[in-house]
């Protein structure tokens, strides 16, 4: 029995490939993409529905590829505020904050 995956495509030779370091959707190929689950697929359809209106789930053989599905949102980096969290992060490393302050913050804010 073969597994079965799955990727989001926006358009004709058009799929979802994650994000970039800025935080902006890449694409691939058809055929080609990110590996899903059908739950994480239909998920990221929901969130990307409105935007982009011909958004839809694919199924996709895995041929050689050996990577493993994401099975949520999360994997993708693609919660809601999460993804708007890790891009000031990286600003703040990039201005030169230390890691350790930053930890100490991210905590303080999670904790109280």
């Known amino acids: ?8 495509a926006f358009d004709y030779n058009k799929n979802y490939d994650g994000r970039d370091l800025s935080g902006r959707i890449r694409t691939t190929v ?3 993409g ?9 998920a990221l359809v929901e969130k990307f529905k409105q935007k982009y209106p011909r958004v839809r789930v694919v199924e996709i ?11 949520s949102l999360a994997e993708l980096g693609e919660i809601a505020g999460l993804d708007t969290l890790a891009e000031v992060v ?6 030169g904050f230390s890691r350790q302050d930053i930890l100490s ?4 804010a999670v904790n109280g």
């Open 1 to 8: 029995m073969s597994e079965e995956l799955y990727v989001v």
């Open 30 to 32: 058809a055929g080609d």
């Open 34 to 42: 990110v590996l899903m689950t059908l739950p994480c697929a239909q």
């Open 61 to 71: 053989l895995r041929n050689d590829r050996d990577e493993l599905p994401a099975e």
């Open 90 to 95: 990286r600003k703040l490393v990039n201005d």
């Open 105 to 108: 913050t991210v905590n303080h």
